[in-house]
């Protein structure tokens, strides 16, 4: 039976999942933030599929535990950045050590997203947890594959400052990329909050959701 789902404030086990170092933080960074201001005793799993042993795990790391407060059960995996599916075997094992967590609330890639391993992250989470409460995230990029969302966490403006902030200093392997900046993200909160009748939000997609 799935557990309703009240808020994030109602948000005790949070699992959170990403391919790549810097997707968890990109997608729900902000949500992230806003649920562990409002649940002070929440417990955070953190999972990253992608990082382990590269120039990217330190930055994985230390992004995971500033987005947290340090309060993050960190997990890094080694898998082939764009090689998932060739993996399969090995992540669904990995995905079968997270059942016992029993999380409120999961976040997860997008079903509809064009990248192969956070389609096939995605639907492992689903094959994984079946009654469980899951919001995939939206991740901007080239493909202009951003998702039709049925669900908007409002953000204040210093939310969005912090996740801003917190990417841009963590993720410095990235900055050279046109499009990982201030602007990119600022712009789509802002459009999400438009949609939400607020100033700025993150968009999730819940394809069940038990109240």
Known sequence: MMTPFTGLNSVRRLL??????????????????????????????????????????AEARSSAAAFTGGQADFRIHGFRDAFFQTQLPQIKEAFETLKELKPDLILTHSQDDRHQDHRLINELTWNTFRSHQILEYEIPKWDGDLQRPNVYVTLEPDVVDSKIELLLHHFQSQRGKHWFDDETFRSLARLRGLESNARYAEAFVARKLVI
């Open 16 to 57: 959170c999942l990403g391919a790549h170092s810097d997707d968890i933080e990109i997608g729900a960074g902000g949500a992230i933030l806003r649920a562990l201001a409002e649940q002070k005793f929440m417990q955070v799993t953190w999972v990253c599929f992608s990082a382990s042993g590269t120039a990217r795990e």
